[in-house]
């Protein structure tokens, strides 16, 4: 008689033995479902979680990358908007998610720059509870002044600030928002005292603006540009650490105050535990989304531009990022216990 694997003669052994050849062929059989999986994913929709409010300029890039991406991937990139507690309910969504490269984050400055900095205690681990996908975008934010304010350059701001201790005032999307921290920085780094006055989002904050009841913001270039160009609100400087396209008549804060360097950005993160080989799927899939000419022409239409990176640099970049803030932070003295829901 003779022994047979999957129904083949000719495969003989003694009892107790197994061949080479058999045990390849088992080995094979019980690696070609994961072979498939792993071809054939996604098989269906990616969850892209938006932890700020529609409209935000997370809302805006998303919308922006989704469409492109969707066509690379094979399957829909689904929106979900979960906006809250500063950015902490959507992210919190995310960290207890399935690591399975489903469902991810659009991770930002606040998200996982600003608000580790600021609290001691958050429903989430920036560093411990996410694996890096990619970095998505970076904008520079962009000084702005109600036309009514007799400051048309950075140097003539901090000037008329220091004349006026306390009297000036200036918006952001909430405490610990990241148009917040810009402008703490500036007062730090200018030595002038200015008033912060908290919005529910950068949409209002930036409307207290051109409202007249707001002396200056530090809002993202993306909200602020169509503002600018209407005339509503003026662009002083902006804050990155070079000229932006968009302004190239707007000098950067840098120019008259050396060191002073603010960049909002976006990436995509996954929950920690997702498998090293779908994050590197996602992030090449998303790398070759962010090369297509017209996902960065239409970054570039609101004022962003696209910046893919490795899994590994991304992840140094939220470092990095972290212990920037937190020196900001402490430099101010700003503390924070709980706030509402600032948008990007």
Do not use: C
């Amino acid at each position: 008689g003779y022994d047979t694997v999957r129904g083949r003669p000719g495969l003989r052994w003694q009892r107790g033995a197994v061949p080479a050849a058999a045990v390849l062929l088992i080995a094979a059989g019980l690696l070609q479902p994961t072979v498939v999986s792993a071809q054939a994913f996604p098989v269906k929709p990616i969850r892209l979680v938006i932890a700020q409010a529609a409209g935000s300029a997370t809302d805006v890039i998303a919308r922006i990358v989704s469409p492109r991406w969707s066509e690379l991937l094979g399957q829909p990139v689904v929106i979900d908007v979960r906006p809250g507690a500063g950015g902490s309910l959507g992210t919190e969504i995310v960290a207890k998610s399935p690591p399975d490269g489903y469902t991810l984050l659009m991770a930002n400055i606040s998200t996982h720059g600003v608000n580790p900095a600021l609290y001691a205690k958050l429903p989430y681990d920036p560093i411990r509870d996410f694996a890096p996908v990619s970095l998505v975008s970076t904008t520079a934010n962009v000084i702005v002044v109600h036309p009514s304010i007799p400051a048309r350059t950075v140097k003539e701001l901090i000037a008329l600030a220091r004349s006026k201790p306390g009297m000036l005032n200036y918006s952001s999307a909430g405490p610990g928002s990241s148009q917040h921290l810009a402008a703490a920085l500036l007062n730090t780094m200018a030595g002038i005292d200015t008033v912060h006055v908290p919005y529910r989002g950068s949409i209002p904050a930036l409307a207290g603006v051109i409202a007249g009841e707001i002396a200056f913001m530090v809002p993202t270039l993306t909200t602020a540009l169509p503002q600018i160009q209407s005339g509503k609100v003026r662009a002083l400087a902006v804050t990155g650490s070079s000229r932006a396209d968009e302004l190239p008549k707007a000098p950067t804060v840098a120019e008259p105050l050396p060191g002073y360097e603010v960049v909002s950005w976006w990436g995509a993160v996954a929950p920690a535990g997702t498998p090293r080989p779908v994050i590197e799927r996602r992030n090449a899939d998303l790398v070759k989304t962010l090369a297509t000419p017209d996902v960065r022409s239409g970054l570039l239409k609101v004022g962003m531009y696209a910046n893919g990176m490795t899994p590994d640099q991304f992840a140094q970049y939220i470092r990095d990022e972290i212990a920037k803030w937190t020196k900001v932070a402490k430099a101010a003295a700003i503390t924070l216990e709980s706030r509402d829901s600032p948008s990007l």
